[in-house]
């Protein structure tokens, strides 16, 4: 059976969704809209107006590649209209307008998700699975670097706007709250936010702090204010006895060390395209000659140290693809089956925007 896609908003995101579900045999994009008629593709039907695509009783679902202020509208209306929904992150720029979403959904009995499609990245998926089975003990901390480059953002982008973006937390940082999350399993206790902007107009910095309810705490820096030359993203992940440096903002490669038992050893060779560089036995460890370890008042049972790098091979975008086509093939499954569990639910949407709106206000 296929699925029938309706986007809306076929800029270049829309556009390289398109592009994305074109392998997929289960998978068919009907319709898109987009108020700029330039971008009819000329080989779908083209609505100028979202609100004539929701009603086309052809399509199953609709995707949400819009600027942010119209997500909660045009998804409500779309759950209305008898379609389900997946949201560009944000789920929405207020938690009013999420909750909205969330009481429309339970009201219509629709699906609606949001795409974090790193949650389908297979790195990602591994280190979530690291640390709900407690392979390397507690996860400690998570500290998060964002240099993003604002060249191709000039001042009167939406992007800079408020009441159309959110601002960086909301829009931006969302994405990368909710891998921590997902990370993590665990939920949060106290948030805290910094910003700067560098005119009344531009918010360029932003900070938020986020204690878990378990110990963790997790750091969000996020500036578009650099040259292309110095973007990176870089992402720490801190356990009780491991590691884990991991970069890009789709992470794909990175380095780690990690005091390893015979059980967590082999899970450090689970991860993509790993590479041990050094293996040092602990007795050879002169600060730790006694037996057994101890990280956070807990005792743990370790062997040696090994240290070295791991990295997916596929190029970024055929990665990105990837997830994104896992995440809508994770949707279909549980239009197919009630029963399968998404990876992404709304609730996971409207958890990641409370603490980036807890870290806005914070900063106000």
Known sequence: MVTKIGIIGFGAF???LYQCFKPMPDVKVVAVADSKRARDPGHTKFYVSWKNLITDNEIDIVWIATVPDVHAEIACDSMQAGRDVIIEKPIAITLKDARQILKIRDRTARLATVNYMMRFNPLCKLLADFTRENVFGQLRRVNIENYAQDETLPAKHWFWKKELSGGILIEHAVHF???????SGQDFRTVTGLSHNRNPGQEDQVLASVLYEKGLIASHYHSFSRPGFFERTSIRLNYDLAEFDIEGWLPLEGNFRALVNKDSYAAINLLPGVEIKNETKISNLIRYTNHPLRSGGIKYDVTKM?????????????VYADCVRSLLSDVIA????????????????ISSLKIACMAVNHAA
């Open 306 to 318: 090994v240290e070295g790098t791991f990295k997916i091979h596929q190029g970024k975008q055929q």
């Open 177 to 183: 709250i909710d891998l921590v999350n997902y990370f």
């Open 334 to 349: 549980h239009r197919q089956n009630s029963s399968h569990k998404l990876r992404v639910s709304l609730e996971d949407g």
């Open 14 to 16: 829309g556009q390289f």
